[in-house]
């Protein structure tokens, strides 16, 4: 195999269909001791504009999730305490929607301040973003933003058609340009073939981010996907993990959203020891996540560090 800064699509794809403890055991030569949590507020949910077809937040499909328009600051603050208490280093506002407006970021800036107060890594999560934004955000001490390439570039076209691929890319390019650091991850399950989980394992590692969220597609009622259940089996899902991590070396690679419904306890605690090094912790956007109690007594059994 040549460097990893090399590693072409044809030897990913070599690795992805090696028996699978031959890869995991791959996987775990660049996978850490240490694992690091962080947590999220929805700061504001549903009536998206975007059609991506995995979202229950579209406005463009009948799901009926309870929707908000943006919280108060004071909300923001009480969850990142209660995030911190659990064991998160980093916080994250997320919001629906194609991007804050103009008359979002004075009250988006100061919730970035008040997280960084609490002597928590501030992230969020708002959209597509232009060059001005980016660097109002950096000025507001933003550590990290959080912007999924959510699939492979080619088949980003059958995800949504509200924004492009390359949309994305250019809201990562501007976070890069104004300095903070980067989470960028996907959606594993939405039919993609095992060629594409290649694919975008690559696609992220041209980004390098330093956080690479994985989210496995929980299919919500209402939305295209709805019956997307079946479209990657547990096996599959250790597959992929292992090859974002192989690809993408110096990230954390972390388990998000939908990972409690698609993963046996047995195979996440599989992920954590071969490929995973970070989780998303507590509850999603707008589905259930696992207790952070349960999320610390897994890293102990393991033998695993909480990071701080």
Request: proline share 4%; net charge neutral.
């Amino acid at each position: 195999m040549n460097t990893l800064n090399a590693i072409s699509e044809k030897e990913l794809l070599e690795l992805y269909n090696l028996p699978l403890e031959k890869l995991l055991a791959e996987a775990k030569k660049y996978n850490s001791d240490t694992v690091e949590f962080c947590s999220l507020i929805s700061a504001r949910t549903g009536k998206c504009s975007e059609s991506c077809k995995y979202c229950a937040q579209s406005s463009h499909y009948m799901t009926n999730i309870f929707t908000h328009p943006l919280v108060k600051i004071e909300d923001v603050i009480k969850t990142a305490k209660e995030a911190k208490e659990n064991g998160a280093t980093r916080f994250a506002i997320v919001t629906s929607g194609r991007g804050p407006s103009k008359a979002d970021m004075p009250v988006m800036c100061e919730m970035i301040k008040e997280i960084n107060k609490l002597g928590l890594k501030s992230c969020a999560s708002l959209g597509l973003l232009d060059e001005e934004k980016a660097l109002q955000f950096k000025e507001a001490g933003l550590v990290r933003y959080h912007h999924n390439i959510n699939t492979s570039r080619s088949y980003h076209p059958s995800i949504t058609t509200t924004h492009t691929f390359e949309d994305r890319i250019n809201t990562i390019n501007h976070i890069k340009n104004a300095g903070i650091e980067i989470c960028s991850g996907v959606i594993i399950g939405m039919g993609e073939s095992i060629e594409q989980r290649v694919e975008m394992a690559l696609n992220l590692a041209e980004i390098k981010p330093n956080s690479i969220p994985v989210n496995f597609l929980t299919p919500i009622k209402g939305t295209p996907f709805e019956n997307y259940g079946d479209k990657i089996d547990e096996e599959g899902i250790l597959r992929t993990l292992s090859i974002i991590k192989i690809a993408n070396p110096d990230s954390v690679v972390r388990f998000a959203g939908g990972r409690n419904l698609r993963l046996s306890k047995k195979n996440m605690e599989i992920a954590l020891e071969n490929a995973v090094n970070g989780i998303l912790i507590g509850n999603y956007l707008t589905t259930i996540g696992i207790e952070p109690k349960d999320d610390i007594e897994t890293l102990k059994k393991l033998g695993k560090k909480l990071y701080v």
